[in-house]
């Protein structure tokens, strides 16, 4: 079974900090950090935005704690 991406290692392969994938979503950079460390409190709606800006599936992150 392939391992899914963090989405810190998403972030980073996309070349953005945290702050400025805070700033892309509109959130405050705490926001996002919080969610970094558990994904599993991110909205559908922001969940699919963060793959859009990462240029990433929906498949290929892991969005719920633990899983990768």
Known sequence: MERK????MARIGANMTQAE?????????T???K???NPGEIS???A????GLVKRSIDEIS??????
């Open 31 to 33: 926001t996002y950090l």
């Open 48 to 51: 699919f935005r963060i793959c």
């Open 63 to 68: 969005f719920i704690e633990d899983a990768v």
């Open 21 to 29: 994938m805070a700033d892309a979503l509109g959130i405050h950079p």
């Open 5 to 8: 991406m963090t989405l810190k």
């Open 35 to 37: 969610w970094e460390k």
């Open 44 to 46: 559908v709606k922001d």
